[in-house]
C-alpha cells in the first residue's frame, strides 16, 4: 500500500518560503496568485494491507517524525 | 565541572563548545557521538552548532531521534544542566524538551554578524553571571533562526521568566525577538546566538564566557 502524506504549515504561520514564490511568480508576469504557500510532499510504501491499520501507523509517524505538529498540519491519503 | 559535548554527523561548532568549556571550567569535555546509548555522568550536556543530518527534513529533527538524544533527554528532565546553541537550540525545540519551534528566516537571508541582546532573566544558572550587565553581544550564524511558538506559549514563556535573551533589533523574523529559552525547571537553554564564539578579546569580546562561568559557579 501507498501513503501519500502532505506536510503543510499550519494558518497563521509565517512562510517566508511560499512568499518568494508568490514575488517571484509575479516579477515573471503571472498575474491572479494571491498566495502561495510551500510545504512537502512523502510517499511511503508500506508493507501493511489492512488500510485501518496502515494509517493508524503512518499517523504516529506523522505525529513523531514527519511533521513538527507545533508548526505544520499533515494530510494522510492511503492508496 | 565535568561535561560533555554531544557530536553528530553535521556538528560543526563541536570543538568552539569543547575550546570555551575547557578554557572556563580547566577540563576537557567528554566528546559524545550520537551513536552511543550512554556516557559518563557529567555536570553539563552541550549540543552544539551546525548542520546536523544536512538539515534534512527540519533542522534538528533527525538528530531529535537520535540514540544518544533519548539520554540527553532523560537527563535534562532529571535536572542536568543542558545547553543548545544554534543547531543544539533547534534540536531541543524538536524533542520537546523547549517550547516552540525555529524555522527558516523571515527575509530568508542567512545571518552572520555580532549582534546585541537584551538579557531578560539573570535568575538562572546560565544568566547569573549577567546581573547588572542589561546588554551583551554575541555573534549569530543561522538560516533558520526565526522562533515560533504560538501566542498563549509566548506570553507564558513571557509571564514565567523563560525567555532568556531578546535580540535588540528584528534579525530573523522571531516572535517578540526572542533568541534564546529556558525550560520550566530553569535547568535548560536553547538559544541561536554562539557564546562560545565570545569567549576571549582575541575573538571579539568575552560577553560568552559569562554563561559558562554562571554555570560553573552555580554548581559551587
New interface residues.
Given amino acids: 500500500m501507498k501513503a501519500r502524506i502532505h506536510v503543510t504549515l499550519k494558518n497563521g ?2 512562510d ?2 511560499g512568499k ?1 514564490i508568490e514575488h517571484a511568480l509575479s516579477n515573471m508576469g503571472f498575474g491572479g496568485v494571491e498566495e502561495a504557500r510551500q510545504g512537502k510532499y512523502i510517499e511511503l510504501d508500506l508493507m501493511e494491507t489492512d488500510k485501518e491499520k496502515a494509517h493508524a501507523s503512518v499517523d504516529d509517524m506523522c505525529r ?3 511533521a ?1 505538529t ?2 505544520e498540519n499533515y494530510s494522510i491519503e492511503l492508496e | 565541572m565535568k561535561s560533555a559535548v554531544i557530536v553528530f554527523p553535521g556538528s560543526n561548532c563541536d570543538r568552539d563548545l569543547a575550546v570555551a568549556l575547557e578554557k572556563v571550567t580547566g577540563n576537557k569535555p567528554l566528546m559524545v557521538w550520537h551513536q552511543e546509548y550512554d556516557f559518563d555522568t557529567v555536570d553539563f550536556i552541550g549540543l552544539p552548532g551546525g548542520f546536523s543530518y544536512g538539515d534534512y ?2 533542522c534538528g ?1 533527525m538528530s531529535a ?1 537520535s540514540h544518544v538524544m533519548k539520554e540527553v533527554i532523560k537527563r535534562a528532565n532529571d535536572g542536568v544542566p543542558t545547553f543548545g546553541v544554534c543547531n543544539g537550540f533547534q534540536i531541543l ?2 524533542t520537546g524538551v523547549l ?3 525555529l ?6 537571508h542567512f545571518v552572520c554578524k555580532d549582534v546585541p541582546m537584551t538579557v531578560e532573566n539573570t535568575d538562572s544558572i546560565f544568566t547569573s553571571g549577567y546581573a547588572g550587565k542589561r546588554e551583551i553581544t554575541v555573534p549569530v550564524a543561522h538560516h533558520d533562526g ?1 522562533y ?2 504560538d501566542h498563549e506559549t509566548l506570553d507564558r514563556l513571557e509571564g514565567e521568566g523563560q525567555v532568556a535573551f531578546k535580540y535588540t533589533a528584528d534579525i530573523n ?1 522571531a516572535q517578540r525577538r526572542i533568541a534564546g529559552v529556558l525550560n520550566k525547571r530553569g535547568n535548560v537553554l536553547g538559544m541561536m546566538p554562539h557564546p562560545e564564539r565570545m569567549i576571549e578579546p582575541a575573538l571579539g569580546g568575552t560577553d560568552g564566557r559569562i554563561l559558562f562561568e554562571s554555570v560553573l559557579n552555580s554548581l559551587g
Fill in positions: 504561520v509565517l517566508p518560503q518568494a513523531k517524525l514527519i513538527n507545533v508548526i | 527534513l527540519r529533527a531521534r525545540t524538536e517550547p516552540g519551534a524555522m527558516r528566516n523571515a527575509n530568508l526565526n515560533y511558538a523574523g
